[in-house]
C-alpha cells in the first residue's frame, strides 16, 4: 500500500472545490502522463521539481488514491493514475472551452461602449474624454445618448448604456457614484437686457420671480437652481439642451441660468454678461454613475479613468 492509500482515504463531505483536485494539478498530472517524468513534466509548466512533487502528493491526499510510482527510470501512472488523469482530461478540456468562451465575453464587450450623459457633460466635456478613450482603444465603438438626468438613470437602469454622467443634485436611486468635476451655474443676458447694466447684485428672490428661459424638468440644471432658490416663476420659455437655451438668451428673449462650461466663448466675445446674484450658492458636482453593485469594467472603466486624468 503506497503512503497516500496509508495517509488518507476518500474524501466524501464538503464542497466540491475542496474534493476535486485545481486545474493546476490536473494539468500536471495530465504532463506527467505525456511525458513519463515527473521533472519534465514541471520543466514544461515553468515550476520546479519539488513543487511538482509536492503537488502531486497532495492530490494523491486529497483523492485518497496513490497516482504516480517514481522509479530512477522515471514517472509511471498507477492503474489509479492512468483512470483519473482520463477524468482530469476532460476537466481541462473544459477549463479550456470555458476559457475561449470568457475571452469572447469579453471582446464583445470591449467592442463597444454605450454612453449616456445630462447635456452639458456631452456637450462640453464628453467629447474630449472620447478622443482620448479612441486613442487607447481605436477598435471600441462608442455610442453617445444626450438626454437630462433622469434619462440617464433610466437607461442605466434599463441596461441600455453602460456608463452615464450626470449634473444634479445627488445621485438617482439604483445607481452608485463618483465626482468626476466641479461645476458653477451663473446667470447671463444678451448685453442689452436690463440686469446687465445694473450696478448692484441681483438678489436671489428676484431671480427666483422672475420668468427665465430655463432647461426642462428633469434636467440637473434646472434641479440645482430649482432647489437653489426653493421655487421658481414659470419659465419665460423651456427648452431642452443647453445649446437652445444659450442661443435663446444670445438672441434676447430673456436671461437665462447656465453652466459656466457653456459660456465661456459667448462671455469673452460679449455677447453675453454675467450677473452677479447675492445670497445663492449655485455650485454643483458633476458625476459619473453606474448601476448599484456593478463598478464599470473594460472600456467603460477606462472612460472613467480619464474622467479624472
Not at 434599463?158 to 444634479?168: K, M, N, R, T
Amino acid at each position: 500500500m503506497s503512503n497516500a492509500d496509508e495517509q488518507a482515504g476518500p474524501i466524501v463531505s464538503g464542497s466540491l472545490a475542496h474534493r476535486v483536485p485545481d486545474l493546476g494539478a490536473l494539468e500536471l498530472l495530465l504532463a506527467v502522463a505525456r511525458l513519463g517524468s515527473l521533472g519534465g513534466a514541471a520543466r514544461e509548466l515553468g515550476i520546479t521539481q519539488p513543487a511538482a512533487s509536492s503537488r502531486i502528493r497532495s492530490m494523491e491526499r486529497q483523492l485518497g488514491v496513490a497516482l504516480v510510482d517514481r522509479s530512477p527510470r522515471g514517472s509511471r501512472l498507477t492503474d489509479a493514475g492512468a483512470l483519473v488523469t482520463d477524468w482530469a482530461r476532460r476537466i481541462v478540456e473544459a477549463a479550456e472551452a470555458f476559457d475561449v468562451g470568457a475571452q469572447a465575453l469579453r471582446v464583445r464587450r470591449d467592442s463597444r461602449l454605450r454612453v449616456a450623459a445630462s447635456m452639458t457633460i456631452a456637450e462640453y466635456l464628453l467629447p474630449g474624454w472620447l478622443l482620448a478613450l479612441r486613442a487607447q482603444r481605436p477598435d471600441t465603438a462608442v455610442s453617445l445618448h444626450a438626454g437630462n438626468s433622469t434619462v440617464v438613470a433610466e437607461r442605466l437602469l434599463s441596461d441600455e448604456a453602460d456608463l452615464g454622467f450626470v449634473e444634479g443634485l445627488s445621485v438617482p436611486a439604483g445607481l452608485d457614484s463618483a465626482v468626476i468635476a466641479h461645476d458653477r451655474l451663473i446667470v447671463v443676458t444678451a448685453p442689452g437686457h436690463a440686469w446687465a447694466r445694473r450696478r448692484r447684485s441681483l438678489a436671489a428672490e428676484e431671480l427666483a420671480s422672475t420668468p427665465l428661459i430655463l432647461r426642462e424638468k428633469g434636467s440637473g440644471t434646472r434641479q440645482v437652481l430649482d432647489a437653489a432658490l426653493g421655487g421658481l416663476a414659470r419659465p419665460l420659455i423651456e427648452l431642452s439642451s443647453t445649446t437652445a437655451v444659450k442661443a435663446a438668451a444670445v438672441s434676447g428673449a430673456g436671461p437665462a441660468v447656465l453652466s459656466e462650461l457653456a459660456v465661456g466663448e459667448e462671455l469673452a466675445m460679449r455677447r453675453l454678461v454675467p450677473v452677479p446674484v447675492d445670497g445663492v450658492a449655485l455650485a454643483r458636482d458633476l458625476r459619473a454613475v453606474w448601476p448599484t453593485g456593478h463598478r464599470p469594467t473594460g472600456p467603460a472603466r477606462d472612460l472613467l479613468s480619464l474622467t479624472r486624468g
